[in-house]
């Protein structure tokens, strides 16, 4: 069988998936061969998409949001935890992904290790593929120095344990961890760490991403769903209750949640969800406007100092309240003298000559 491998590229040794389980998953998936013929229904294990036929690529269905979806664009982002993880095609030297050079890393592993596996084209797909990449690398980057690297060994001594199996060089090992060790990066590397520790909501979805598991309930259900819905699927045990506090406290809407990974704010459509949440996002209002009593009574009596001062002392009956500001009344102010009212004599008073 011929194969997609050129003469520098071997098919990996695949003992485990991404997730450290034994892979024997198998994928079913449509392949298109090189003349354009469509084989429904194909069963592939991780290890079969590299050494596919010369010219057969895995289709890979994509929402209107641009995430891959179906077995597909699980067996995609399976396919790309191996290319992120493997250091020959983005080299651990560099501090960031943006300063990892589009040629020859980027573009090449997009076009030579999966585009040559994958219907993907060069716009959107390529755009969220890469973005995918880059996270996974910065994921695999990250464990890399937490297994390999000893905090009670010499620099010389962990240097020694280069973890060439990776795809790492002695070179870049030694830069990686003369970055790692930097006063600067350990403080970005322990705010991270404390960002993540009260930004940790996980999901309950396993390595299933929440496009797919979208994609699949709006096929049985025979219905879109919509962001408000997701969100407590994504994020309740089978009880039915929230994994923690925090998913519960933003399982409202207001932000882009429930739709995965490389969706933006600009792509939603702002009237997604307004007829099935209406009276949610009115019951958090009330919820704020109770909660902000205190500040709307400060600025009340602040409004009372300006007006003592500066209005002759006087409220008008209809001076907007705390009460006013929480039933969501309207209260119109009392209107202010003008300046040269004050200074025009007064009719029938006596004059001082």
């Not at 020959?88 to 560099?94: A, D, E, G, L, Q």
């Not at 209260?331 to 004059?351: D, F, G, I, K, V």
Request: aromatic letters at 8%.
């Amino acid at each position: 069988m011929e194969t997609t491998l050129s003469n520098d590229e071997e098919v990996p040794n695949i003992e485990t998936d991404v997730q450290g389980k034994k892979s024997i998953k198998y994928w079913t998936v449509d392949v298109e061969d090189e003349n354009g013929v469509i084989k429904k229904g194909e069963t592939l294990r991780l290890r079969d998409v590299w050494v596919l036929p010369h010219g057969s690529k895995v289709i890979v269905p994509w929402n209107k949001e641009g995430q891959p979806i179906d077995e597909a664009g699980g067996l995609l982002g399976y396919f790309m935890g191996l290319v992120a993880g493997n250091f020959k095609n983005f080299p651990i030297s560099y501090e960031k992904w943006p300063l990892i050079p589009k040629e020859p890393y980027k573009n090449d592993a997009f076009k030579n290790i999966i585009q040559r596996r994958f219907k993907v084209d060069d716009n959107g797909h390529k755009k969220y593929i890469l973005k995918n990449l880059g996270r996974k690398w910065k994921d695999d980057r990250c464990k890399l120095f937490q297994d390999y690297h000893k905090p009670e060994l010499t620099r010389e001594q962990n240097l020694a344990l280069c973890p060439t199996g990776k795809g790492v060089t002695l070179e870049q090992w030694a830069t990686f961890i003369d970055y790692r060790l930097r006063e600067k990066t350990l403080k970005m590397c322990e705010q991270n760490a404390a960002n993540r520790e009260r930004q940790a909501i996980p999901h309950t979805l396993g390595s299933k991403t929440i496009a797919r598991k979208k994609h699949e309930l709006e096929i049985a259900n025979k219905r879109p769903l919509t962001r408000a819905e997701m969100y407590p699927i994504t994020h309740k045990r089978k009880d039915g209750s929230f994994v923690n506090e925090e998913a519960r406290e933003k399982s409202h809407l207001g932000r882009v949640r429930g739709m995965g990974f490389g969706v933006c704010p600009s792509q939603i459509s702002k009237s997604e969800g307004t007829s099935s949440s209406s009276s949610l996002e009115m019951a958090h209002v009330h919820e704020e406007l109770a909660e902000n009593k205190a500040t709307i009574s400060l600025l009340q009596a602040q409004l009372a100092y300006f007006v003592k001062h500066y209005m002759g002392g006087q409220l008008s009956d209809d001076f907007p309240t705390a009460n006013h500001v929480a039933a969501g009344s309207e209260a119109p102010m009392q209107t202010r003298p003008s300046s040269s009212a004050s200074h025009e004599p007064q009719q029938n008073q006596p004059s001082n000559t």
